[in-house]
């Protein structure tokens, strides 16, 4: 049983789950994920490990709430069971002494970025983070990500918290100043392409981490291929991390908006039956 040891809060709509899950702990590295299923009729929907724990036997899940899966999630407390966690899945970060690595985390993109900034950390390298997000709030993990560099850079599309702009705009300002040895940049496909395009004509290079639609997780469904180098590649069993430079971010872009009226109705529905709910609990009143 993949029981919820902890919950807790760390931003609106974010939220970080401690999993009893010995065997994924004990084999997970950097830049693997799992494939969580709540319940036997439930979706599966892809996570990113954020950390494991081998000795207390658990993973660490950050989860933002986007979707009716995500949501449905967030109504689980300590102690509720999912019903499968599978993995750990996709090939590990590969990690050397590169020198400077710039790890640029956008939103919920810092969650997966926090793992591979570890490794990194502890194969030697200099470590420099830039975080983004829409609000001060948004901008998670800061203090965990902080640990791990040497120097960090925060924007804010609001400027509520650090710079106001985008993360392409610190980084920006760092490719001014040093050429750093490597770029890892995790969050939204078109920050991951900006970023990109910032390092190609400095021949940086520069790795980025997928997260597509995914089914099983081993391949067989080809509902996360994208188009790396001009060849067919699957995120769950190649990935998630690939050359930036050759990824075909634009197919990635409209693959990922293939389901959004269906998933649109999913959350519609759960946010209307979960207020039915709500009204009935409070006798019929709001």
């Known amino acids: 049983m993949f029981q919820i040891l902890k919950k807790e809060s760390l931003a609106p709509q974010f939220k970080r789950y401690v999993i009893a899950a010995p065997e994924i702990a004990r084999k997970h ?4 994920f799992v494939l969580v299923m709540l319940h036997e009729h439930g979706e599966r929907i892809p996570l990113t490990i954020a950390g494991s724990d081998k000795e207390a036997g658990t993973i660490t899940l950050v989860v933002q709430e986007v979707g009716k899966t995500t949501m449905e999630m967030g109504l689980m407390e300590e102690g509720d069971c999912l019903y499968a966690v599978v993995g750990p899945l996709g090939t590990p ?8 690595v710039v790890c640029v985390g956008g939103g919920a993109g810092i969650a997966p970025l926090l793992p591979i900034a570890k490794a990194m950390k502890e194969a030697g390298n200099r470590v420099l983070s830039i975080l983004g997000g829409r609000s001060r709030d948004l901008v998670i993990l800061r203090e965990e ?39 890892v940049a995790v969050g939204p496909a078109v920050m991951m392409k900006a970023a990109a395009e910032m390092t190609r004509p400095l021949a940086i290079p520069t790795l980025c981490s997928l997260n597509t639609i995914m089914v099983d997780g081993t391949g067989m469904c080809g509902g ?15 990935g998630p991390e690939f050359d930036a430079h050759q990824v075909d971010f634009d197919l990635l872009i409209k693959r990922l908006r293939t389901y959004l009226p269906q998933e649109q109705l999913a959350k519609q529905r ?17």
């Open 29 to 32: 590295r950097a830049g693997q």
């Open 93 to 100: 970060t590969h990690v050397e002494r590169w020198g400077t």
């Open 145 to 183: 990500m902080a640990a791990l560099s040497e120097e960090m850079w925060i924007t804010t599309d609001d400027g509520s918290l650090g710079r106001k702009g985008l993360v392409t705009h610190a980084l920006a300002d760092v490719l001014a100043s040093e050429r750093p040895d490597y770029v």
């Open 224 to 238: 996360c291929r994208v188009l790396v180098g001009g060849q067919p590649k699957f995120v769950c069993v190649d």
């Open 270 to 286: 759960f946010l209307e039956s979960h207020q039915c709910v709500a009204l009935e609990a409070a006798g019929g009143r709001v």
